[in-house]
């Protein structure tokens, strides 16, 4: 492959480092913002490890423009790219593992966040979800509001299933489907930044070697008086 066409490649890899960049900036800016499901679903935790994650791929795509235009024989910046992307590679990791480990146990983890909530969220809770209690009608159930009015309505609403050990009507169904769509959608997205990571990274090997090799054939043709190898 030649050096403009290999070029061109690495840039596309950048290009998507850049939208991965500004992604995760992005989400974690617009999910701070009140909502009631995914203000309990991402922590504000999660968002600032987001936010970090969004401004160091920004970060490194700000510094690959000046590692790339440098002359060929300095590859210094190019190197020190490789580097920076090698630490995005492990926050992107560390990133989604965090998030992907979150979902293994959904219905403790959020039952948890459910019972630091105030008594003003857990009606809202119940009155947008139609639900009374997390688990069942005694786990934090809430009374007020437009649905679980009364102890009388939350005994009535609320069903064991038999099969599977559950309250019918109870929070945590709605909740925790909630957030494993939220979550997964979250760690497949913070995953899929390593694909342009690693690629821009293998790329960036390329262009160093690529360049290596032309100034490697300069040498030997000054050497030869400028008259090349024909």
């Known amino acids: 492959m030649n050096s403009k066409k290999l070029v061109g490649v690495w840039a596309f890899f950048d290009f998507c480092l850049l939208v991965s960049g500004v992604i995760a900036l992005a989400f974690s800016i617009v999910w701070r913002a009140p909502n009631l499901l995914l203000n309990l679903v991402f922590r504000p935790g999660d968002l600032t490890a987001g936010t970090v994650l969004g401004v160091s791929l920004l970060i490194t795509f700000a510094f690959s423009i000046g590692a790339i235009v440098q002359r060929n024989h300095v590859t210094m910046g190019l190197v020190i790219l ?53 688990f069942n009608g005694t786990d934090h159930v809430v009374l007020g509001g ?15 299933d038999n099969t599977t050990g559950d309250w019918t009507g109870a929070c945590v169904g709605p909740i925790t489907a909630f957030a494993d ?22 790329a960036s090997l390329c ?19 400028g008259r090349g190898f024909v």
């Not at 630490?87 to 019972?115: M, S």
């Not at 769509?181 to 293998?202: E, I, K, R």
Request: glycine share 4%; aromatic share 12%.
């Open 82 to 134: 490789n580097w920076l992307l090698v630490l995005d590679a492990i926050a992107v990791a560390v990133v989604g593992t965090f998030i992907w480990e979150y979902t293994l146990q959904e219905r403790a983890n959020y039952h948890a966040v459910y019972l630091e909530q105030s008594d003003a969220t857990v009606i809202a809770i119940q009155d947008k979800l139609s639900c009374c209690g997390y």
């Open 146 to 160: 437009n649905f679980c009015q009364n102890q009388t309505f939350v005994d009535s609403f609320l069903k064991l």
């Open 181 to 202: 769509a939220s979550l997964n959608q979250a760690f497949t997205t913070v995953y899929g930044f390593m694909a342009a990571v690693l690629c821009l990274l293998l």
């Open 207 to 225: 262009v160093i070697k690529k360049r290596q090799e032309e100034e490697r054939f300069k040498k030997i043709d000054a050497k030869r008086g």
